[in-house]
């Protein structure tokens, strides 16, 4: 069954840091490029970061950048995406998803987790 | 960057109904678009990419028109399992931005 499991979520202060992960299975992760996309409670869909099927890749929202750093694990039996999230603010208090892309660099969001909350606050 | 705007930003209606919800992208993305549809606590399901292609298990009901910067998703005879948000995405270039949502609510 192709399927991704979050983790990491969790209560954080304002200025602290997280690690979100996204544990892939069912399909091959190494061929595919990856994505975050978080949901502020009552709000849209709002994109986070994406990465290469390579790794070599990487793209942020300006919401973002210089703040969070996507990574992927593409070892056999490691087959996990990152968030790691820096300087956190209340603003990115919100369920985050991990997603499939359809394509190596590029594509549709095809296969979507579960989602794990994130909340900033003190 | 690219930005999505959906209209109608909710619509009431009835079983049975055609239903349109329109997106338009602020510049050119070719067909690079995809619809999504996202009910309370659940993730985001993907309906249709390139524009017009229908993901795989999507009821034909749903479908999808145009290209370069205005689209459209058609809901032909509306279901209740049909009431959810629904969102189109950019996915021509990063950032990969949504439109707002549309929500369909039963009238």
Redesign the interface.
Known sequence: EVQLVESGGGLVQPGGSLRLACAASGFTFSNYAM?W?RQAPGK????VS?ISSSGDTT????AVKGRFVISRDNSENTFTLYLQMNSLRAEDTAVY?CAK??GSD?????I????TMVTVSS | ?IQMTQSPSSLSASVGDRVTITCRASQGISN?L?W?Q?KPGK????LI??AYTL?SGVPPRFSGSGSGTDFTLTISSLQPEDLA?Y?C?N???????????TKVESK
């Open positions: 994505s996309v849209g869909l709002e994109w994406g793209y942020y929202a300006d998803y892309l359809r590029r594509g549709a969001f095809d979507w987790g579960q989602g | 960057d690079y995809a999504y996202q993730a985001p399901k993907l990419y390139g993901q948000t969102y995405q996915y021509r270039s990063a950032p990969w931005t949504f439109g707002q949502g």
